[in-house]
Nanobody
Framework: VQLVESGGGSVQTGGSLRLSCAAS????????MGWYRHVPGNQRELVAI???????AYASSVRGRFTISRDNPKNTVYLQMNQLKPEDTAVYYC??????????WGQGTQVTVSS
């Protein structure tokens, strides 16, 4: 099973993007789906996460601007990003965690926000 991300791109400050992460097949016992981002020279950081029960959590830097959601029938998780800032520029990765088979990572999608 692979996770395929889409929706990255370049926007100006204040713009919006929606990232998608679709699983190519079924992953059993998913306990969480998350979005992470990485800037060269920094550690990969958690941006948003949604649990199997639907509860969500966000990094303080994106709370109120980003929204994570999922569509179970489509095996897809989304990250709606509004009011984007230059400091949001990064490669964004999705990660699904299964209690049976461990972690699955997407290939990453570049988000660039220009001032």
């Amino acid at each position: 099973v692979q996770l395929v991300e889409s929706g990255g791109g370049s926007v100006q400050t204040g713009g919006s993007l929606r990232l998608s992460c679709a699983a190519s097949g079924s992953i059993d016992n998913v306990v969480s789906m998350g979005w992470y981002r990485h800037v060269p020279g920094n550690q990969r950081e958690l941006v948003a996460i949604i649990s199997s029960s639907g509860s969500t959590a966000y990094a303080s830097s994106v709370r109120g601007r980003f929204t994570i959601s999922r569509d179970n029938p489509k095996n897809t998780v989304y990250l709606q990003m509004n009011q984007l800032k230059p400091e949001d520029t990064a490669v964004y990765y999705c990660k699904w965690t299964s209690s049976r088979t461990g972690d699955y990572w997407g290939q990453g999608t570049q988000v660039t926000v220009s001032s």
